[in-house]
């Protein structure tokens, strides 16, 4: 081969290794930490239905991480399907306080994509999304009991809802020192998205808009101009870049 286009190849190669880092790593069991704000992939397994992508959401309902993700959430799935959502605020009295966002109640694929969202606590962090009330000690607990019921009951395999409390409450994420569920005040399932297709399984524990950059906007107005905010847009450009590496031989199948 010409030595000159075997230069260009290799450069490709490595542009194209670049950009995919910086939206997601590779994680080993080995791993002992995971960064924050970043997707990792953390099988080659794909848990999606054949021919499909998932996209699966765990918040709660005053969740102040999960309120700034909707946005990024909304602004990529808007393209795959039809979102049925309410606007909100998060829990006024957990810092970041009121925090505008999306509770979705609904996802109509019209597309190879499926979406799921469990929400497992309520507004105030207190109880089950369906009001049973939980005492503080036991909101890991319940909440993973809750979060398995909740994404069988969606037709998911159990190993969707165990990984995700596997790297919440686990693997320790390397700003923070502590798993996810562990580096809040009271611990809890905190946040997570994991999207899996033919080519592996990746998640993400962490904001991945921070919150503070939306307080004092009404979710109204972020609807109506996300494309003001580019914490919103890098979001919603790693989501579908995820998208796509999960999707390998179906990516030709997603919406760019």
């Avoid at 602004?75 to 306080?97: I, M, Q, R, V």
């Avoid at 998205?193 to 979710?219: A, E, K, M, R």
Wanted: with cysteine; net charge negative; glycine share 8%.
């Amino acid at each position: 081969m010409d030595k000159k286009i075997l230069g260009i190849i290799i450069a490709v190669i490595v542009v194209i290794g670049g950009v995919l880092s910086f939206y997601y790593i590779k994680v080993s069991k080995a791993t002992a930490e995971i960064p924050a704000g970043k997707f990792v992939k953390i099988s080659n397994t794909d848990l999606a239905p054949k021919g499909k992508i998932i996209v699966v959401e765990q918040s709660w309902y005053g969740c102040p991480v999960g309120a700034a993700a909707s946005w990024a959430i909304y602004n990529t799935l808007k393209n795959y399907g039809n979102l049925s959502y309410e606007l909100h605020h998060s829990d006024p009295y957990h810092k970041p306080a009121n925090i505008p966002g999306l509770i979705f109640t609904n996802f109509t694929s019209s597309s190879i994509l499926e979406f799921y969202v469990a929400y497992v606590y309520n507004e105030y962090l207190n109880a089950s999304y369906n009001g049973t009330p939980i005492p503080q000690d036991q909101l890991i607990q319940q909440g993973e009991a809750i979060l398995k019921e909740e994404l069988a009951s969606m037709g998911l395999p159990p190993q969707v809802a165990n990984y995700i409390i596997e790297y919440e409450t686990q693997v320790p994420v390397q700003q923070y020192g502590k798993p996810a569920a562990l580096y809040v005040n009271p611990q809890h399932l905190n946040f997570a998205i994991l999207i899996s297709g033919p080519n592996g399984t990746y998640i993400v524990t962490t904001p991945i808009v921070n919150p503070t950059t939306l307080s004092g906007y009404s979710p109204q107005y972020v609807l109506n101009n996300l494309d003001q905010f580019q914490q919103i847009i890098n979001a919603s450009n790693m989501i579908q870049q995820v998208i796509l590496e999960a999707a390998g031989p179906l990516a030709g199948e997603c919406p760019t």
